[in-house]
């Protein structure tokens, strides 16, 4: 079982910042990935950053040099540097990690219920 809470969204002008965290309990049985996605209103969910099972870090295109994904181990938490935002960075960002299972389902997903991130001028 994985209890996971983000804090940090709220309203930003474009070229503004902030620093999401994803605070993270409980225990993961066999780790896959762990990061962060985002949610237009009516839009699809997509991918933002991600730890992976391999060690690496996966960002996506729209983001790269621009947000930083990083953790704290000891705090159990997982961190989204977000600079120079622009409008269409607006959305609920989530934190989800995806652990393994010996049994069906193989794979769990836990997701937190998201913080509203709004940029405007």
């Known amino acids: 079982q994985v209890k996971l809470v983000e804090s940090g969204g709220g309203l930003v002008q474009p070229g503004g910042s902030l620093r999401l965290s994803c605070a993270a309990s409980g225990s993961i049985n066999s780790f896959y990935s762990m990061g962060w996605y985002r949610q237009t209103q009516g839009k699809q969910r997509e991918s933002v950053a991600t730890f992976t099972s391999g060690g690496g870090i996966d960002y996506a295109d729209f983001v790269k040099g621009r947000f930083t994904i990083s953790r704290d181990s000891a705090k159990n938490t997982v961190y989204l540097q977000m600079n120079t935002l622009n409008l269409d960075d607006t959305a609920v960002y989530y934190c989800?990690?995806?652990?393994?299972?010996?049994?069906?389902?193989?794979?769990?997903?836990?997701w937190g219920r998201g913080t509203q991130v709004a940029v405007s001028s």
């Open positions: 989800m990690t995806r652990d393994g299972n010996l049994r069906r389902p193989r794979v769990i997903d836990y």
